[in-house]
């Protein structure tokens, strides 16, 4: 299974729309527009096809946990 194959089956799971994941991605400061998003979902033959690279699907997996959690809490030194 590739990381075009993951990204489409996490589209369809959640129900994301191309501008929910452009919003994701920007969630951790990663910007990618909406025609460089398409050509992941297309088919492997097609000449516009792009292969997703681990730095993509990392960034959008990050970008999901933050979107579905919110983001993490900050946490409080305790002074001695």
Known sequence: MTNNDILKKLRVAHKLRDEDIVKILALVDFRIS????????RREDHPKYMECGDQILRN???GLIIHLRGPMPK?????E
């Open 60 to 62: 959008f997996l990050n």
């Open 34 to 41: 909406k025609s460089e998003l398409n050509a992941f979902f």
């Open 75 to 79: 946490t409080q030194k305790k002074k």
